[in-house]
C-alpha cells in the first residue's frame, strides 16, 4: 500500500515568514493530493488540494506544488499569520479503486507574533 | 463539512464493553470512512465503505466492527477486542473518484 510521510513535524517561524512543509509519497499510482488544517480538538479542514496532472495550485497565500518524478508535494504558506498555527496533514488518494486515503504524520506550525 | 455528524462528542468506555460511534452525512456521498487519531500521529484508517452494505478493512480494523445498511449512516463498534481505545475518531465521507474527503466533529473516546 501507499506510505507517505511529513516532515517537519514541528515548526516555528516568525509572523511574515514563510512556511514550507514536504511530503514525500511510495505509490506512483496516487493521484490526489489534499492537504488539511487541524485546530486543536477540531475536524481537519480542506485547504487546498492538487491533482496528478497539474504541478503547482495557489490559492492567495496558499500553494501546492507536486513533483511526480520524485513523488514529493509541498505546502507553502507566505506572510504566515499567528492565525495560521495549527497542524497541517498531507494526504494521498491512492492508485487503486478502493478510493483509499493515506495520511502524513501532521506538522504542528506555531507562528510568533 | 457540515453536513456530516458524529455522536455522541465524548464517550466513556468501561472495561469488557462495547461501545458505537455514530456518524452520519446528507450530503450524498457514497464513500464513508473512519479513522483513528493519536497525538503525534497522523489518521489511521479503520474500515471504510464505497456503497451500502459493503466495506473493507483499513491498517487497523482489528478489534473495531461496521456496518451499512443506509448511504447516509457509517456507525462504529469499539469492541472489547480493542484493548487500547482511547483516541479521537473521525468520520469523514466523500464521492467516489477524485474527491476529497469532508470530516464530521469527532468523537474523544475514554476509558475508565
Known amino acids: 500500500g501507499e506510505n507517505v510521510e511529513q516532515h517537519p513535524s514541528t515548526l516555528s517561524v516568525q509572523e511574515g515568514d514563510s512556511a514550507v512543509i514536504k511530503c514525500t509519497y511510495s505509490?506512483?499510482?496516487?493521484?490526489?493530493f489534499p492537504w488539511y488544517k487541524q485546530e486543536l480538538g477540531k475536524r481537519p479542514q480542506l485547504i487546498i488540494d492538487i491533482r496528478s496532472n497539474v504541478g503547482e495550485k495557489k490559492d492567495q497565500r496558499i500553494a501546492v506544488t507536486l513533483n511526480k518524478t520524485a513523488k514529493h508535494f509541498s505546502l507553502h504558506i507566505t506572510e504566515t499569520q499567528p492565525e495560521d498555527s495549527a497542524v497541517y496533514l498531507c494526504a494521498a488518494r491512492g492508485g487503486g479503486t478502493g478510493n483509499q486515503f493515506y495520511f502524513g504524520t501532521g506538522t504542528s506550525l506555531t507562528v510568533i507574533p | 463539512d457540515g453536513g456530516i455528524t458524529q455522536s455522541p462528542k465524548y464517550l466513556f468506555r468501561k472495561e469488557g464493553q462495547n461501545v458505537t460511534l455514530s456518524c452520519e452525512q446528507n450530503?450524498?456521498?457514497?464513500?464513508m470512512y473512519w479513522y483513528r487519531q493519536d497525538p503525534g500521529q497522523g489518521l489511521r484508517l479503520i474500515y471504510y465503505s464505497q456503497i451500502v452494505n459493503d466495506f473493507q478493512k483499513g491498517d487497523i480494523a482489528e478489534g473495531y466492527s461496521v456496518s451499512r445498511e443506509k448511504k447516509e449512516s457509517f456507525p462504529l463498534t469499539v469492541t472489547s477486542a480493542q484493548k487500547n481505545p482511547t483516541a479521537f475518531y473521525l468520520c469523514?465521507?466523500?464521492?467516489?473518484?477524485?474527491?476529497?474527503?469532508?470530516f464530521g466533529p469527532g468523537t474523544r473516546l475514554l476509558v475508565l
Open positions: 450530503l450524498n456521498h457514497d464513500a
Open positions: 505509490d506512483s499510482a496516487s493521484n490526489y
Open positions: 469523514a465521507s466523500s464521492r467516489l473518484g477524485l474527491e476529497t474527503q469532508y
